[in-house]
């Protein structure tokens, strides 16, 4: 995988078209039937969704308009990005995660080493992170492939924000997840859906999802981002390279 580049490194991106095209009608595929809602920061990225002819319910370019659109519409996704208008799209996030738990959220994050939107983000049951500048390579297609199968997805390069943040694991927790679980909550933290992890690990899709719920129960976390994360920061599972 390619190395973030700052915003001021001129790139000419014209080699990727024919993927972004391809990776565009997929994802506007597995965005025909959704409920979405969309607060965004940018007025052009707003405006080319729209065009879209996906179910855009509502759009903003505030927090404040925007959760007062998840309120109205009550939308099966939010996609929002961290920079906006006024507010800001973590907030956002946890403050519809804790109203409307039941909406699904899309962080797009272009202040990628901020740590501490990271972890607040995921802490709080955000379903899906990418990174603004993966965008281009297929990040966002991927993030909308776990969402489709209930799968979280955090962008493999936004791990490196966390790398500083492990903990030493106790022995009495280590032993709280059997190895196959913590194989499990492994393939979970690199963005794979139930039926991918059924077909690597030859098992069926209802044990995988036995296995998940298992974990969530030891860790006594609220839902699967939230076990990602206390996998990563305990060291019960390795840091997906980015």
């Known amino acids: 995988m390619s190395a973030i580049l700052p915003p001021s490194v001129p790139v000419d991106l014209t080699p990727l078209l024919p993927q972004v095209r391809d990776d565009g009608a997929q994802a506007l595929s597995l965005l025909r039937d959704v409920r979405l809602v969309l607060c965004l920061g ?6 080319l969704l729209m065009a879209t002819p996906v179910r855009v319910l509502g ?8 959760f007062a659109q998840v309120q109205r519409h009550q939308p099966a996704l939010l996609i929002t990005s961290d920079r906006l208008e006024g507010g800001c799209g973590v907030d956002l996030v946890v403050r519809v995660k ?9 962080l797009v994050l272009s202040q990628e ?22 965008l281009l390579h297929g990040s966002g297609l991927q ?19 966390f790398r500083g943040v492990q903990e030493s694991l106790s022995a009495g927790l280590q032993e709280r997840l059997s190895a196959r679980e913590r194989q499990v909550l492994a393939q979970v933290v690199q963005g794979r ?4 992890i059924a077909r690597d690990l030859m098992v069926s899709v209802d044990t995988v999802k036995t296995h998940v719920r298992n974990v969530l129960l030891k860790l006594r976390v609220r839902g699967r981002i939230q076990a990602v994360v206390t996998g990563l920061r305990l060291g019960l599972i390795d840091w997906p390279d980015p």
Do not use: K, W
Request: charged share 20%; hydrophobic share 40%; with cysteine.
């Open 113 to 134: 080493h901020r740590l501490p939107l990271v972890t607040t983000a995921f802490q709080n049951c955000c379903d899906a992170i990418v990174a603004e500048s993966r």
């Open 59 to 66: 759009a903003a370019t505030t927090a404040g308009e925007g």
């Open 98 to 106: 804790r109203r409307f738990p039941r909406v699904r959220t899309l």
């Open 143 to 161: 993030a909308l492939r776990a969402l489709a199968e209930g799968s979280p997805y955090l962008d493999p390069a936004l791990a490196v924000a």
């Open 193 to 196: 859906t139930n039926h991918e």
């Open 42 to 47: 940018s007025r052009t990225q707003l405006a």
